[in-house]
């Protein structure tokens, strides 16, 4: 590998290009935001790395997010890359304490793509928007040759007004950490149809619009610190990029992170851990621990929330680490995801 | 070819796959957008089909726009797709009569790209984005396997405050039509490099923020009724996609159209009629005749409209029609783009 003239910051040095782990939400994709972009992209708007910035312009309080979507296969069940697209917009809106308002909606199309499945895209991005209460206000569509794309990809960016604003650096020692159902559902619905495989019951993407969540969230809680949707790299990824921001630490318990059973067995069959699998229906939450039993009852109430629970709290000790009381009485670190479990999953 | 449980509206059932002209801007890219976007998406606030959207969110007026860039080689005389992708977004707010303010960037990488090409093309976002006076505020990074892409794709989506809206609708028969400069530089120089051609002169990309030009122009002009940026399909999609959404036709002459000798040349030996090629530094503009040539010299002031030009008139009759009186005396219809001139443009 010749790297002379080769002018990154060490930490990319090791790598000459990109790998799909850059693309997978864990330690990869953070060395590339923190080593390439941002020495770039500088600036207060940006720095404090939440799903979406918070800006404001001439008085009004925006929050303005960017996706795009990639995933593969474009059909899977409980959804599709027209579904994901716009509630994976909405929800990065949503956890910034925004009412989501406004979507844009970018098609890169691959020649030789049927028009009837585009058409079937396109009415999914109609429904989804209707039931989020979003308008798909500007677009754009490009082709490129066969071969040089594959099939679709969709970027929807979304602007929402701010409700009450959601930063990571908000989150303070004792804090309650809730998550508001069971983990690795949509990553698992994609790998399973992937691969052609067939688990018992039911494997379904939770991709879903969470803005009603997170309203019932701002409603019933007046010490609401932070939320984050853990999409690519799961909810260790997530606890771990907050622990960092956020410069506290972090402890949670195995036996309290819901995780359905199916979901579990096919983990253990293809050898991944639903803590770093992806979701696109879930949402962390953290609050004042005063506030976590009502919260929790909140977020129950609500069919979305149904299986929510308290699952760990945050710490004063250990800045940037997330410790895992283990089922079997351990304790171990649960670092961010180092390598790409599945890629294309949003 | 089986169309049975084909449900696209009758236009589109012509073409039971994408082909690379229904991202080139012309008629086929109308067809998408009429008969499969619109039914689904139709709103208020998407119906003006401008470059962008005109919000007003609790009181504040906002353009908001999106784009993806895909062009093809990423590198080309003049720029590459970092430089396009901050400017062609800049100039689609512009020309919707906003100041623009802020940028999201979402990359779509190919596995296997260089981190050095990342690495220039993020300099490259930066230094325009610097140049525009606007900031990066979110992001987004996806992979995909080697051979599912081409490289590195680019959507930026972008958010301006509204200075003096601009639409279609406003455009009135009796209007001057002006170009800012030559046209064709763009699609020439991104032809000539991937066809590895050597034309005499300098073939160079004309990507550049437009905003300055348009800020002279809503100072030196109390009646600017219509902006816009002639890319994809060039000048004369553009006057066809005004003259219809006004309900006017357009007379434009032949001898006052400005193109570089060496851009016409090309053109000849290429094929290409300049009309249709893409302009990535250019701007249309509809303004009263009685300001016209005040106009006319607040564009030439400015080194990005030294080459400026009034080119026609908007006329009552001949609605949706754009007609050109030729160097020869002749007058002929001047089509929306038909085809795909040239594929991955922007």
Known sequence: MNESGFACPLPLRQYASILLAHGGGGQLSQDLIR????????????????????????????????????????????GDIGALAVNGTVNDLAVCGAKPLYLSCAFILEEGLKIETLSQIALSVRQAAQEAGVLLVTGDTKVVEKGKGD??????????????PMRPAQVKPGDAILVSGSLGDHGVAILSVREGLEFEGTMKSDTANLYPLVESLMNNCTELHCMRDPTRGGLASTLNEISASAGVGMVIEEKAIPVRPEVQGACEILGLDPLYVANEGKLVA?????????????????????????????????????VMR?????????????????PRIC
């Open 35 to 78: 080593h390439l972009f941002l020495p770039n992209f500088e600036n207060p708007l940006l720095a404090p790395m939440h799903d979406g910035a918070l800006l404001e312009i001439d008085g009004t309080k925006l929050a303005f997010t960017t996706d795009s979507y990639v995933v593969s296969p474009l059909f899977f069940p409980g």
């Open 151 to 164: 099939g679709l990809f969709l970027n929807t960016s979304g602007i929402g007004i701010i409700q009450r």
């Open 286 to 322: 953290f609050v004042a621990t005063q506030e976590a039993e009502k919260v929790l009852a909140a977020l129950r109430a609500h069919p979305l929330g149904k299986a929510a629970a308290i699952i760990g709290h945050v710490t004063q000790e250990n800045a940037g680490l997330v």
């Open 326 to 342: 283990t089922a079997v009485g351990g304790e171990r670190i649960v670092e961010m995801m180092s390598g790409e479990q599945l």
